[in-house]
């Protein structure tokens, strides 16, 4: 990491630690907080199902049909398009496949893009459409997390809120005020927030060039607070118009760990104690820096192909810049490398370079993330339940060690949480292997590789993987807007989602029935260094190792070819 890099680092840890510390005291407050006249308000407007608590089984119920609503809303948006007004470039109607495919990739909070906004959407689909599925996707994600963590706060107790009060809170308290405001500031930037037509400009060579324009701050400011990443454009935050500035630039990245690092340091204070915060966050830090300086390392190294530029001269990293193929030459490697670890370690999936165009080593960087279940800081409450799942399997295996039953924050981790807790690990598996394999083996889905050999499928695996961890990333090379891939894929994002949403909740609400039992000399810490280690481990040992052969034939072994010559 060069000296320019550091600096840019540490102002960039500075800068979200610095935000993110109020934020976290903010939730916490916000956990524990009393209806207030907004909500009781809206309470009397839905009726009675506001106020009641729900158990386990209701929470999961009210999520998959409030979804379903939200899912069923967008897609009829989609398929009749041409309908509705604020339609000013006369976009025709989705097809089928590719209204299901975004609407599913919107209500997962996926935002996986087989279209390119500016030639496809119409501005009513952009707002009323994709933007309120912004808000509501992530509504849901803090939801599900604040339910998770009454699991373990409640003792002897067979509910876990009400799901509508949750979403309506966290949407009035938490998305909507911070979202303002950096909309606002993303105007001030420069980004456009308008109704008005594309403008039809005369080049200086006399061609003819269509700028698009809309609403686009609105959009841009949830996308990012709200771990959804799907861009106004095709290009997403490479695009001038979505990212104009350097200071945008920083602040949009800022904004996609912003509440995912505020929950997890929240999380200690919901349970009543600090350090288990710090501890999940810890895990998290070590394992996002490693990336990230592996991922700087592997941009920084000059592609050996450019050695045939010049052969008299011996051409090293330094003066080639690194592979700046795909990335904005006013961002640089670096701002790009941050931003790509940090939308891959979240469920945020926007880019401001084209991963495609990475080195070898720096994908496998991305795919790694994806592929652990985007815990290292996870999106907007979907990592912190997330990382719960792999704190469960932690503290059994420490349980094992030390010869007792597990136990964490003072609840027995018993066989039924045990078997829900590897059901919802193992589910990106599923969407990965198994799907991603049936893409490479039916013609209908390897047709969608434009690249040969060990890239090739390291395209395949990571667009499977983004589905499955609802991220929405992409190598760009890999065409999804087939009627095969936007099913498949489609049908692996509400695996990805609800298959984890649905265990999770099942195992807050077996413990929130559970006593509290007070920690004794043999019960394990899990606040101290030992578990840290532990629990990054394992992280790492279930992540890495389970798709360690994809990674072999993939990242790896076009990096062993590549440098091979």
């Not at 320019?4 to 916490?28: H, K, R, S």
């Not at 051409?315 to 490697?333: A, L, P, V, Y």
């Not at 390897?446 to 390291?458: D, E, F, N, V």
Request: hydrophobic share 50%.
């Amino acid at each position: 990491m060069t000296g320019n890099a550091l600096l840019q680092f540490v102002l960039f840890a500075i800068v979200t630690m610095a935000l993110a510390l109020p934020c976290a005291a903010y939730l916490a407050r916000l956990f524990v907080k009393d209806s207030g006249v907004v909500e009781r308000g809206i309470a009397r407007m839905l009726g009675p199902q506001m106020a009641r608590q729900q158990s386990w089984i209701g929470y999961a119920f009210s999520v998959l049909f409030f979804n379903f609503l939200g899912w069923a809303f967008l897609f009829l948006i989609l398929l009749f398009q041409s309908h509705f007004p604020w339609n000013p470039q006369n976009f025709g109607d989705l097809p089928p496949h590719l209204a299901f495919n975004v609407a599913t990739a919107f209500m997962t909070n996926t935002d996986w893009q087989s279209y390119g906004g500016e030639t496809t959407l119409s501005y009513f689909s952009q707002m009323a459409g994709l933007t309120v599925q912004n808000y509501l996707s992530a509504a849901t994600g803090l939801a599900v997390a604040f339910a998770v963590v009454r699991g373990f706060v409640r003792k002897e107790e067979p509910t876990l809120g009400n799901f509508y009060a949750d979403v309506v809170r966290v949407t009035l308290y938490v998305l909507l005020p911070l979202a303002l405001i950096f909309a606002v500031f993303l105007i001030g930037q420069g980004v456009p927030q308008n109704m008005l037509p594309y403008v039809q400009a005369t080049t200086l060579e006399g061609g003819q060039q269509v700028i698009a324009q809309g609403p686009v701050a609105s959009q841009i400011a949830i996308k990012m607070l709200g771990s959804n990443g799907g861009g106004f454009f095709a290009a997403n935050a490479a695009h001038p118009y979505e990212n104009p500035t350097p200071l945008s630039n920083f602040a949009q990245i800022v904004s996609i760990l912003l509440l995912p690092i505020a929950l997890v340091i929240a999380f200690g204070k919901m349970v009543g104690d600090k350090r288990q915060g710090w501890s999940l966050f810890a895990s998290m830090t070590i394992l996002f820096v490693i990336l990230l300086a592996l991922c700087g390392w592997a941009e920084q190294t000059a592609h050996p192909a450019l050695a045939a530029l010049n052969v008299d001269q011996k051409i090293t990293d330094t003066n080639i810049g690194g592979n700046m193929e795909g990335k904005e030459t006013r961002f640089g490697i670096f701002d790009s490398v941050l931003w790509t670890t940090a939308t891959t370690a979240t469920s945020n999936g926007s880019v401001n370079s084209m991963l495609d165009s990475y080195m070898p080593l720096g994908g496998l960087v991305a795919l790694f993330n994806l592929l652990v279940g985007g815990v290292i800081y996870g999106g907007v409450g979907c990592g912190i339940y997330g990382i719960l799942v792999y704190v469960l399997i932690t503290v059994f295996i420490a349980g094992l060690m030390v010869g007792r039953t597990p136990e964490y924050l003072g609840k027995k981790i018993e066989a039924n949480e045990i078997k829900l807790a590897v059901i919802a690990m193992f589910i990106y598996p599923l969407g990965v292997l198994g799907f991603g394999v049936l893409s490479l083996l039916l013609p209908q889905g390897a047709g969608s590789i434009t690249a040969y050999g060990p890239h090739g499928l390291t395209q395949t695996i990571y667009a499977y993987a983004s589905a499955a961890a609802n991220n929405g990333s992409a190598f760009a090379g890999f065409n999804a807007d087939t009627v095969y891939q936007n099913i498949m894929l489609g049908i692996v994002m509400l695996i990805g989602r609800f298959g984890v949403i649905l265990p999770v909740l099942a195992i807050a609400g077996s413990l929130a029935a559970k006593k509290t039992i007070p920690a004794s000399s043999g019960t394990f810490p899990t606040h101290g260094v030992m578990f840290v280690v532990l629990l990054t481990g394992v992280i790492v040992m279930f992540g890495g190792l389970t798709y360690f052969p994809a990674l072999a034939l993939g990242p790896v072994a076009e990096h062993l070819s590549l440098f091979a010559r």
